[in-house]
């Protein structure tokens, strides 16, 4: 049997200050799919991402990347992922190519080989232009197109994408919806995180709503939606956030009184 891309079982992640950020979750996401992760700030999203590509150590439970442990056998699980995370993390001293290549290089990958994925990505991305230019002098958009190609540049089975359109214009989020839709179509895995219910809509084959550091459902966006008695996945989210008024058929009705 093919090992789950994510298995998370039971994890638990508490702060010194008495926070207890996630409360048990379990997920799994399977090889191929293309699985959002929604929920309002502060449910968990963030937390559960850095506890699986080991950017926080969880206080319990356990975690597995293709059948490799991602607490306790680091290394293997690590090298399986691609994290583009929501900051802006870039080193602003680097050029466009130093910042693809040190990657690279990072995951143990070839000099020659780190050169032409270096060339392969820029053009992708329509970075080319800016390839001897310093990070810090791209436009945002730009930015989060390098960020993407630098979660890329190791050719992960599974890529982590962090609220990768936020602040960017349409234009762009589409470009990247486009990219994402085709590089999942090829066999990577995407486990994305996305305050954009229509993003969800539009690239997701299964979901999950997170609050309060629990799962409280999922499954396809019809499924979830019947959890909550909705009909839309925007009117189940309305519902998880307890701010049902705001639902568009309200709205819509209340407008023709």
């Not at 680091?74 to 870039?90: I, S, T």
């Not at 690279?104 to 992708?124: D, S, V």
Request: charged residues 30%; glycine residues 8%.
């Amino acid at each position: 049997m093919t090992a789950n891309a994510l298995q998370i079982t039971d994890l638990r992640k508490s702060y010194d200050t008495g926070v207890e950020a996630l409360k048990g979750v379990s997920l799994e996401i399977k090889p191929g799919e293309f699985f959002g992760l929604l929920g309002p700030n502060g449910a968990g999203k963030s937390t559960l991402i850095h506890c699986s590509t080991g950017l926080a150590q969880p206080t319990s439970g356990q975690i597995e990347i293709f059948g490799h442990d991602a607490i306790d056998h680091y290394k293997e699980a690590r090298m399986a992922v691609g994290l583009a995370p929501q900051d802006l993390n870039l080193d602003w001293f680097l050029t466009l190519e130093e910042s693809l290549d040190y990657h690279g290089g990072y995951f143990g990958m070839p000099k020659k080989e780190r050169k032409e994925r270096t060339a392969e990505l820029l053009e992708t991305f329509s970075l080319s232009e800016k390839r001897h230019e310093r990070t810090r002098t791209l436009s945002g958009g730009m930015k989060r197109r390098l960020i993407l190609a630098r979660a890329l540049m190791h050719r992960p089975p599974l890529l982590i994408l962090d609220e990768p359109t936020a602040g960017v214009d349409v234009e762009l989020r589409l470009e990247l919806w486009h990219y994402c839709q085709k590089i999942n179509e090829e066999g990577t895995t995407i486990l994305l995180t996305t305050h954009y219910l229509e993003e969800a809509e539009q690239l997701c084959s299964r979901i999950a709503f997170i609050n309060e550091g629990e799962i409280v459902a999922s499954g396809t966006n019809a499924e979830v939606a019947e959890r909550f008695g909705t009909s839309s996945l925007e009117d189940a989210y309305l519902e998880l956030v307890g701010r049902k008024e705001l639902s568009r058929a309200k709205v819509e009705s209340e407008d023709e009184l």
